[in-house]
Protein backbone atom coordinates (compact mmCIF):
# COMPACT_ATOMS: atom_id res chain seq x y z
CA UNK A 1 0.00 0.00 0.00
CA UNK A 2 0.63 3.80 -0.54
CA UNK A 3 0.44 6.18 2.70
CA UNK A 4 0.02 9.66 1.96
CA UNK A 5 -0.02 12.70 4.71
CA UNK A 6 -0.42 16.16 3.84
CA UNK A 7 1.02 19.28 5.72
CA UNK A 8 1.53 23.05 5.50
CA UNK A 9 -2.32 24.16 5.50
CA UNK A 10 -3.35 26.96 7.47
CA UNK A 11 -4.90 30.55 7.48
CA UNK A 12 -4.23 32.86 5.21
CA UNK A 13 -5.46 36.36 3.59
CA UNK A 14 -6.07 37.73 0.81
CA UNK A 15 -2.89 37.62 -1.99
CA UNK A 16 -1.23 35.34 0.47
CA UNK A 17 0.90 32.15 0.02
CA UNK A 18 1.10 28.91 1.30
CA UNK A 19 2.96 25.95 0.61
CA UNK A 20 1.55 22.37 1.05
CA UNK A 21 3.54 19.23 1.27
CA UNK A 22 2.94 15.54 0.41
CA UNK A 23 4.94 12.82 1.85
CA UNK A 24 4.78 9.11 0.67
CA UNK A 25 5.43 5.70 1.80
CA UNK A 26 4.55 2.60 1.16
CA UNK A 27 5.54 1.40 -2.71
CA UNK A 28 8.01 3.05 -4.97
CA UNK A 29 7.14 6.63 -4.80
CA UNK A 30 8.51 7.62 -8.34
CA UNK A 31 6.25 4.62 -9.91
CA UNK A 32 2.93 7.11 -9.47
CA UNK A 33 1.49 10.55 -10.74
CA UNK A 34 0.65 12.48 -8.20
CA UNK A 35 -2.56 14.36 -8.08
CA UNK A 36 -3.80 17.54 -6.00
CA UNK A 37 -7.58 17.66 -5.41
CA UNK A 38 -9.95 20.12 -2.91
CA UNK A 39 -13.09 19.86 -1.21
CA UNK A 40 -15.03 22.97 -0.18
CA UNK A 41 -18.13 22.77 2.18
CA UNK A 42 -20.79 21.34 0.57
CA UNK A 43 -19.49 20.57 -2.68
CA UNK A 44 -17.58 18.22 -4.91
CA UNK A 45 -14.02 17.40 -4.25
CA UNK A 46 -12.28 19.30 -7.91
CA UNK A 47 -9.30 18.79 -9.43
CA UNK A 48 -6.85 21.22 -8.70
CA UNK A 49 -3.31 19.94 -9.80
CA UNK A 50 -1.27 16.75 -11.30
CA UNK A 51 2.02 15.77 -11.94
CA UNK A 52 3.62 12.76 -13.59
CA UNK A 53 5.79 9.98 -12.27
CA UNK A 54 8.73 11.79 -13.87
CA UNK A 55 8.05 15.45 -12.99
CA UNK A 56 7.48 16.05 -17.09
CA UNK A 57 3.88 16.02 -17.18
CA UNK A 58 1.84 18.83 -15.24
CA UNK A 59 -1.48 20.04 -15.17
CA UNK A 60 -3.58 22.74 -13.49
CA UNK A 61 -7.01 23.90 -13.21
CA UNK A 62 -8.08 26.94 -15.08
CA UNK A 63 -8.65 28.43 -11.65
CA UNK A 64 -5.56 27.97 -10.44
CA UNK A 65 -3.13 28.02 -13.30
CA UNK A 66 -0.48 30.77 -12.67
CA UNK A 67 -1.16 31.21 -9.16
CA UNK A 68 -0.36 27.53 -8.24
CA UNK A 69 2.82 25.28 -9.12
CA UNK A 70 2.92 21.65 -8.46
CA UNK A 71 6.35 19.78 -7.96
CA UNK A 72 7.78 16.46 -6.47
CA UNK A 73 10.94 15.41 -5.48
CA UNK A 74 11.39 11.71 -6.01
CA UNK A 75 14.51 11.25 -3.76
CA UNK A 76 12.31 12.98 -0.90
CA UNK A 77 9.43 11.04 -2.04
CA UNK A 78 7.36 14.06 -1.55
CA UNK A 79 4.93 16.13 -3.34
CA UNK A 80 4.57 19.84 -2.98
CA UNK A 81 1.74 22.35 -4.22
CA UNK A 82 3.03 25.64 -4.22
CA UNK A 83 0.05 28.17 -3.87
CA UNK A 84 0.50 32.19 -4.25
CA UNK A 85 -2.54 35.22 -4.73
CA UNK A 86 -4.35 32.93 -2.83
CA UNK A 87 -8.27 34.05 -3.00
CA UNK A 88 -11.37 33.33 -0.35
CA UNK A 89 -12.79 31.11 -3.38
CA UNK A 90 -9.23 28.59 -2.54
CA UNK A 91 -11.00 28.10 0.96
CA UNK A 92 -11.24 23.83 0.76
CA UNK A 93 -9.74 20.70 2.53
CA UNK A 94 -6.93 20.25 -0.20
CA UNK A 95 -5.80 16.41 -0.44
CA UNK A 96 -3.02 14.40 -2.14
CA UNK A 97 -2.90 11.50 -4.59
CA UNK A 98 -1.42 8.83 -6.05
CA UNK A 99 -2.24 6.86 -9.23
CA UNK A 100 0.14 4.60 -11.69
CA UNK A 101 -0.16 5.45 -15.36
CA UNK A 102 -0.04 9.08 -16.22
CA UNK A 103 -1.85 11.78 -14.58
CA UNK A 104 -5.14 12.76 -14.76
CA UNK A 105 -7.70 15.40 -13.44
CA UNK A 106 -9.98 12.73 -12.70
CA UNK A 107 -10.18 11.70 -8.87
CA UNK A 108 -11.75 8.20 -9.13
CA UNK A 109 -8.88 7.31 -11.54
CA UNK A 110 -6.63 7.66 -8.01
CA UNK A 111 -5.81 4.50 -6.12
CA UNK A 112 -4.56 6.40 -2.96
CA UNK A 113 -5.50 9.54 -0.85
CA UNK A 114 -3.51 11.63 2.29
CA UNK A 115 -5.81 12.36 4.84
CA UNK A 116 -6.51 16.18 4.11
CA UNK A 117 -5.21 19.51 5.04
CA UNK A 118 -7.36 22.32 5.60
CA UNK A 119 -6.80 25.67 3.64
CA UNK A 120 -8.85 28.95 4.48
CA UNK A 121 -8.31 31.75 2.92
CA UNK A 122 -9.57 35.02 4.80
CA UNK A 123 -10.96 38.43 3.27
Known amino acids: QVQLVESGGGLVQTGGSLRLSCAAS????????MGWFRQAPGKERVFVAA????????YYADSVKGRFTVSRDNTRNTADLQMTSLKPEDTAVYYC????????????????WGQGTQVTVSS
Open 51 to 58: IGWRGGIV
Open 97 to 112: AAKKGIPTSTGSEYDY
Open 26 to 33: GRTFSSYA
